[in-house]
């Protein structure tokens, strides 16, 4: 249930059906599948709403999902890959951090500006993948511009050059000479090279403004203000002596901010945001008016719910990019609801989550899955980890179940922390040749049930030991 790089889909995923989003989540998480039905509904939802012509549009609202189960089962999971397969905005907060004492700083309104960061992340990458061949270009030709000015009638490399030409400068005319070092830059062989630059120090001076409710409830467009200062006071241009593979940085990273950060960028990063938007709510079983704290006073829970009501119904958030709304932003809750019950929640929240779904422990044949059959799992992480190596990391199917075995009966003797007890318990296991593996020889180690028995057994018989260890 660990992150893993993203896999692309075959077909754009508006236009995926409840069934292949099920499935391609099915590639990561191991049952639960009332919950994965659900998202993929929650998703598709989205997209037959913007099929739908008229007033009807508008008025067609996300119908928000609480999802009830302990902890380790996926939750999280499922949302972060919904996200990642519909390529949008997602932002995951606990919502325990607003009832913290003595919090002080950005209130909740912070959760709609941060999914508008996420947003214009996703824009940039975007832009910069379709322009991202021109921008080589363009860099391609400063680059030889710096090697060999078009308009000046000696070489910049043979002025600055530190190594002999390997063929003589007056016997070479200037239009055969700028593709020669041409040919030369793109093999890679002037990389070392060095080459005099201008770059611009940045002398804007820095606006900071403190409020109780965080900087952009004092005024969002400080990032304006900030730009017609940095105006009225230009940056510095000055000259450094840099190496090829350093200038190529340094001019890739202005093209791409000029070409990135723009008013139109900004613009479509609040419109997927506000079309698009996931954020998940983690922990919304300790907000509940019931629930008893541990660990002294406590800000009013009712209160926190309160403030996160017109987030959920929808309302329109300031930020630095412009007025945000947040009537079609999918709000998906989550929490365990050990000592409390959705009905502790305040009424008119629980109405703003309509779709319930209640997610399964897990069993020792869903940990035994867990470990093999992911495209990200455990054993093939560690596997992969061991391999740079030269280690074979092989696990034996009857060790796989006997590591799945004990981690379910960890669960039991202490708390039951789903999945992530396998993380702690092959760290243990693996603990040994993990250490010794860059100095052992390379070859085959296999994991054993025998070995599983040696090394985590103890851990059984001293309950005390294996309360702190695993």
């Known amino acids: 249930m660990s992150d893993a790089v993203q896999h692309p889909l075959p077909v754009p995923s508006h236009e995926l059906l409840p069934q292949d989003i099920v499935a391609e989540l099915d590639r990561y998480i191991v049952g639960q599948q009332k919950a994965k039905r659900a998202v993929a509904i929650a998703w598709r939802n989205r997209y037959r709403r913007s099929l739908v012509k008229g007033p009807l549009h508008d008025?067609?609202?996300p119908k928000n999902i609480l999802m009830i189960g302990p902890t380790g089962v996926g939750?999280?999971?499922?949302a972060r890959r919904l996200a990642q397969i519909a390529n949008v905005p997602f932002l995951k907060v606990e919502a325990t951090k607003f009832t913290e004492v003595g919090y002080v700083g950005r209130d909740v309104d912070s959760i709609i500006r941060d999914l508008v960061e996420a947003g214009l992340r996703i824009v940039r990458s975007r832009r910069l993948a379709e322009v991202d061949p021109q921008v080589q270009a363009r860099v391609r030709e400063k680059l030889l511009d710096l090697l060999f000015p078009k308009k000046h009638p000696l070489s910049g490399f043979e002025r600055g050059s530190t190594k002999p030409h390997e063929m003589p400068m007056d016997r070479i005319e200037p239009d055969s000479l700028r593709d020669h070092l041409a040919k030369k830059l793109d093999a890679g062989q002037l990389e070392e090279q060095t080459v005099d630059i201008e770059v611009t120090d940045n002398v804007t001076p820095t606006v900071e403004v403190i409020s109780h409710s965080g900087v952009e409830e004092m005024g969002f467009n400080l990032q304006g203000i900030q730009s017609m200062i940095g105006n009225l006071m230009p940056g510095r241009?000055?000259?450094h002596r840099v190496t090829i593979r350093e200038a190529r940085d340094q001019l890739m990273n202005e093209e791409l901010a000029r070409l990135a950060d723009s008013e139109e960028a900004h613009r479509e990063a609040v419109r997927l945001v506000e079309a698009h938007g996931i954020v998940f709510l983690d922990e919304i079983d300790k907000i509940a008016a019931s629930y008893v704290s541990k660990s002294g006073p406590d800000v009013s829970r009712e209160g926190v719910q309160r403030d996160l009501l017109p987030l959920v119904e929808g309302t329109t958030v300031m930020t630095k990019y412009g007025p945000v709304r947040t009537d079609h932003v999918l709000f998906i809750a989550a929490?365990?609801?050990t000592v409390t019950k959705p009905s502790d929640l305040i009424p008119e929240l629980q109405g703003r989550f309509p779709v319930r779904v209640e997610l399964d422990k897990l069993t020792a044949a869903e940990f035994e899955r867990i470990l093999t059959e992911p495209k990200n799992a455990l054993t093939r992480q560690y596997a992969a980890l061991l391999a740079a190596d030269g280690v074979d990391l092989v696990f034996s199917p009857a060790a796989i179940e006997r590591i799945a075995s004990f981690a379910v009966m960890v669960n039991t003797m202490q708390e039951n922390i789903g999945a992530r007890r396998l993380h702690t318990v092959l760290e243990r296991l693996l603990d040994e040749i993990s250490f010794d593996a860059p100095r052992a020889a390379q070859g085959r180690y296999e994991v054993t049930p025998e070995l599983v028995d040696r090394v985590l057994g103890p851990f059984?018989?001293?309950?005390?030991l294996a309360?702190?260890?695993?």
């Open 467 to 470: 309360r702190f260890i695993l």
């Open 59 to 61: 008025d067609i609202r």
């Open 75 to 78: 939750k999280t999971e499922i």
């Open 237 to 239: 241009r000055s000259r």
């Open 460 to 464: 059984l018989k001293d309950q005390d």
């Open 335 to 337: 929490g365990a609801f």
